[in-house]
């Protein structure tokens, strides 16, 4: 490995993955940060300042993942952040609105392990952020809970295969995060609630708890973990999650 550790963030122009990237740097890392909001993805990587670059990515399009990582050069972390959920019954659901979750949740995650797989060197660490929703299900959220609990056995299995070549994979599974991705669930009167009341340390997490994470998975006084999917949800996995679909609905009759 490098001395200067070059870290290539995933949709690390929002939320987690942009504090992922703060919290790298500030560990020394150069970042690449990349996403499918490339204006996005460009104005972090100014706010960070030289010698810290951007590019685009869009992880359901495998052609710009391998373009990515052969642009590239040499790179040592890779963080996948990308993901999205929507909420809809089973018997209500589009196969096409089931297919677009698991695509950048799931598929999204196999395109980025296969390339980071070929392009880490022996040292290197790919982290996925997999979801508490990949072990706890949620009614109405079918595609995101099953595409999440595939992504935290594929951490596993390609765990199991990059291990010998000394490289480590790992996930988070985060509960609930403020971030531009959960503020309409967050506006919804009593998910916030009902999910802090199911966890143990009584509040939802920040971007930055997540990051905290990242950081010290990626570093060297990591290196004898792999395989791992960490819970990180203020105990929340000790309990039950929201009823999600039961406050949307309330919302929709008042
Ligand atoms: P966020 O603020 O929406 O950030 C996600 C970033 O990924 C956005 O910049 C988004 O771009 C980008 N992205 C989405 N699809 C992409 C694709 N196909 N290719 C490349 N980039 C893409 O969300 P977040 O809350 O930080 O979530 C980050 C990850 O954590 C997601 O995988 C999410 O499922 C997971 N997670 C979040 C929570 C939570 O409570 N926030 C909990 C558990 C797990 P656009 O803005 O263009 O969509």
């Known amino acids: 490995m490098s001395t200067e550790r070059v870290a290539l963030v995933i949709g690390g122009a929002s939320g987690i993955g942009w504090a992922s990237a703060q919290a790298l740097a500030a560990d020394g890392c150069r970042i690449v940060v990349a996403d499918r909001d490339t204006e996005g993805a460009a104005a972090r990587a100014a706010q960070l300042g030289a010698p810290h670059t951007s590019g685009y990515v869009d992880v359901t399009d495998e052609e710009s993942v391998q373009q990515l990582f052969e642009t590239l050069g040499p790179v040592d972390v890779v963080l996948n952040c990308a993901g999205f959920s929507n909420v809809g ?41 997999s979801s508490l929703n990949g ?47 959960t503020d309409p669930a967050a506006m919804i009167p009593g998910v916030v609630e009902e999910y802090v009341e199911n966890t143990a340390l009584g509040r939802t997490g920040v971007p930055e708890d997540i990051a905290a994470a990242v950081v010290f998975i990626c570093s060297p006084q990591a290196s004898w973990l792999t395989g791992e999917v960490l819970d990180l949800n203020g105990g929340a996995h000790l309990k039950r999650y929201p009823d999600v679909l039961g406050h949307v609905m309330k919302l929709a009759q008042a």
């Open 89 to 129: 019954l089973i018997t209500d659901m589009p196969v096409e609105d089931f297919r677009a979750v698991v695509d950048v949740c799931l598929t999204g995650g196999f395109v980025v392990a296969k390339h980071a797989g070929r392009h880490l060197p022996e040292g290197g660490v790919l982290v996925s952020i």
């Open 135 to 181: 072990r706890q299900p949620a009614a109405g959220m079918s595609a995101y809970c099953a595409a999440k609990a595939g992504l935290s056995m594929l951490t596993q299995v390609a765990a199991l295969e990059l291990g010998p070549r000394g490289i480590r994979v790992n996930a988070i599974a985060p509960g609930f995060v403020q971030t531009p991705l």
